[in-house]
């Protein structure tokens, strides 16, 4: 695949929480139109290198390319502007505002697009059944499939999943499963965290693996095979 293909670029880059490494010249790229999974322990630096790229976390050394011209200045604000979507653990929603205005801030950096609202609708419909519902009481599910929504309705060029299904009851899981699988479906272009191992490998092209703040595999998921639960004994234990 040319270069010109890839729109993430991360080079030799390390970060450092005080006098500790949390990520050793880690290297690695997404493509136009790939989806890439990281997978790795608890504690790996999975959660640190999403960080960085957003420019939520400062980089000690190396360099973050975005079509191949330098991230600068890391302003988190200014990464977002160039199309790089984060959604995080912990979904960051606002709480007392309801569904609808949620997810019409995930457009505050361009015009709000009606056909752009509708098609996250159609992506979560039970979002436009409560559209008018609080955020604070809706199910974990349900606020991730918020966050999800309004990370769309910014048209990402870049999607950061961060756990996407952490903590979610099993048919939430095949829920943002099937979401995946339809973005995936329509080329865009996504990096995962994810600690299900098969609900990564169900939609990434690519695997990177991350062992104490350093890449120690990266392969394609054709080349992993099936067997999950050798992969989580390589990978998690």
Known sequence: MAASDTLLSIRDLTVRYGSAIALDGVTLEVRHGEVVALLGANGSGKTTLLNAISGIKPIASGAVLWDGVPMQPRKPHRIFAKGVVQVSQARD????????????????????????????????????????????????GEQQMVAIGRALMSEPRLLMLDEPSGGLAPRFVDEIGNIMQRLRQQHATMLIVEQNIQLALSVADRVYVLRNGAIVTSTTVAELGTDYRALAQRFYL
């Not at 606002?94 to 361009?110: H, I």
């Not at 015009?111 to 979560?124: K, S």
């Open 93 to 140: 929603l606002f709480p007392e505002m309801s569904v609808l205005d949620n997810l019409r801030l995930g457009a505050v950096t361009r015009r709000f697009d009606a056909a752009r609202l509708a098609q996250v609708f159609g992506y979560f419909p039970r979002l436009q059944e409560r559209r008018q519902q609080r955020a604070a009481t809706l199910s974990g």
